[in-house]
């Protein structure tokens, strides 16, 4: 493609081009044809991610945050979490693309479009506390109460219904003037770990607006990704779309989409539980839950993902999402009762893995307990709710010792989990194993299910593995000499034929 005054032009679809001059025709200060202003306030996993995936898409981007120290570090390229292509696409893009402030006036009133990417921590009632949104929208309205010019606020953060409207009132009790402003809901699915990956090659984008304009400016913000214009650019981030198959958008009311994100995290979350359920069942049988769950998902109605049966789901997003989806339905009057009971399976599926150690052990107290995981799943540092620090809690409490490794998340759990001589932190899973009367996997890490079980059994004590993660086959740990013990399949008890041990004195 030619340049022009130095400036490579993007291709970009007529379709597409049509559409963005007949919107924009006299707001051209707001986008080019290839490019729109975008502002994202919020710099955490959700904020920092579509921030710099919009400046990849050729948007120009400034993120806020009101955390001075972490804007220091984002200007410097320095990225505070733990996630795949994140810090070489800032670096691609930072001062060109994209730039970090902690001036929201500034950067909201030179964007076409204002993305609220703030935290929606869980309250008392298991209801979203919205404070942190309501407080931005009130900052956006002062910014631009006297500017006159169209934009659109968009919620990026997980919201219950309704927050739409309600951003929509605080903007208008702060004199925004409604003609001026829409509000619309362009909910986030990405995975933490998979981050980069999940919003540039999305599953769909939805949007929910009320009015045509506002999804017009939602549709050219994605342009890139609906259009396929985005993946025949090289240097483009390969993935499940391509030119020939680009993302798919769908447009629907604000309330439907808010809806969209807490109906997918709560049926993802039931889909464990689900399958967790079944595997106690299966185990009480004699089934094995990996052959039931490849059966199951072979039904293209059902599908395979999500059936991996664990010591239960943890993270930032499903236990709190579940939460705050029943306590929407509350609201209407409606007793979700489902949404209790998966919560409630993915607590006791902690209790049910704390009792497989319990029973292998026979007693707690005194023993050397190796942790593999810290991490609520592979791939990320976030210790948030996760199933890993909340059982190594219990095995402290018990009297038990542990020794952890997890290969990024040690950091932050020396935060929740004080280094002492209960508690201690290994260089890598053997030494974790050193003498350890039992080896726990409690976060599903590549790495966990390709250990070499010479060297592993080893460096234990004994040789017990419990598997919080089904990551090996209980005929393999059979023949390496391991008493195995895992989640919905039979234990398989082949300690005696290992090498002789001497008991501790
Ligand atoms: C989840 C959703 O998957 C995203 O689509 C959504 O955007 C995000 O929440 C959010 O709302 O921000 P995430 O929390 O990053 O993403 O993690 P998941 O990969 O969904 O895993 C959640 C938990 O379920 C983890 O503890 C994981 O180990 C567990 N899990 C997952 C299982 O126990 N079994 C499975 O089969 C799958």
Not at 149 to 166: G, L
Request: glycine share 6%; hydrophobic share 45%.
């Amino acid at each position: 493609m030619e340049t022009w005054l130095g400036i490579t032009p993007v291709r970009v679809p007529t379709q597409t081009l049509v559409k963005i001059n007949r919107l924009f025709l006299g707001e051209f200060i707001y986008m080019t044809a290839e490019q729109m202003s975008i502002c994202v306030i919020g710099s955490g996993y959700v904020g920092l991610v579509a921030a710099v995936c919009f400046a990849e898409m050729g948007h120009s981007v400034v993120c806020v945050d009101n955390d001075e120290a972490k804007v220091k570090m984002l200007r410097e390229g320095g990225v505070p979490i733990f996630e795949d292509h994140l810090e070489p696409m800032l670096a691609k893009h930072l001062g060109r693309g994209v730039e970090f402030t902690t001036d929201l006036a500034v950067a909201v009133e030179r964007s076409a479009a204002v993305f609220i990417a703030v935290g929606t921590p869980q309250g008392d009632t298991g209801a979203a506390d919205l404070s942190y949104v309501e407080a931005v929208v009130s900052e956006i309205a002062r910014s631009i109460c006297n500017l006159g010019s169209y934009k659109v606020i968009v919620e990026k953060s997980t919201v219950p219904v309704y927050t739409n409207e309600w951003i929509r009132r605080v903007m208008q009790r702060n004199g925004v003037d409604l003609s001026t402003f829409d509000v619309v809901s362009n909910p986030e699915f990405l995975r933490e770990g998979t981050a980069v990956a999940d919003f540039l090659h999305p599953d769909r984008i939805v949007v929910g607006a009320n009015t045509e304009r506002s999804a017009l400016v939602l549709r050219n913000i994605y342009a890139p990704l609906t259009s396929g214009s985005y993946y025949s650019q090289p240097g483009a981030l390969p993935g499940t779309c391509n030119a020939r198959r680009p993302a798919s958008i769908l447009v629907t009311s604000a309330q439907s989409a808010e809806i969209i994100k807490h109906a997918s995290n709560a049926f993802l979350a039931l889909k464990i539980s689900f399958i967790n359920s079944v595997a106690n069942l299966a185990e009480a049988v004699d089934a094995d839950i990996e052959d039931i769950a490849t059966g199951i998902g072979l039904d293209s109605r059902i599908g395979p993902k999500f059936l991996r049966a664990s010591l239960g789901y943890g993270g930032s997003c499903f236990p709190k999402d579940v939460a705050a989806f029943h306590w929407v339905a509350q609201q209407q009057g409606l007793d979700f009762r489902l949404l209790q009971e998966v919560c409630k399976i993915n607590e006791t599926q902690r209790n049910v893995f704390f009792n497989k150690v319990l029973s292998a052990l026979w007693t707690l107290r005194g023993k050397k307990l190796a942790a593999l995981g810290l991490a609520f799943k592979c791939d990320t540092d976030d210790i948030r709710e996760s199933p890993a620090i909340d059982v190594i809690r219990r095995f402290l409490e018990a009297g038990a010792s542990v020794t952890a490794y997890d290969p990024a998340a040690m950091e932050r759990s020396r935060e929740v989990l004080a280094p002492s001589e209960k508690m201690v932190y290994a260089e890598n899973a053997y030494s974790a194993a050193a003498d350890a009367d039992a080896v726990l996997i409690l976060t599903d890490w590549k790495e966990f299910g390709q250990l070499d079980l010479v060297r592993l059994n080893q460096a234990v004590r004994f040789p017990i593995l419990i598997d919080g993660r089904n990551l090996y086959k209980p005929q393999v740990m059979a023949e390496h000499g391991f008493t195995y013990i895992s989640i919905g399949r039979s234990a398989s008890y082949q300690a005696q034929q290992g090498r002789p041990r001497q008991l501790a004195i």
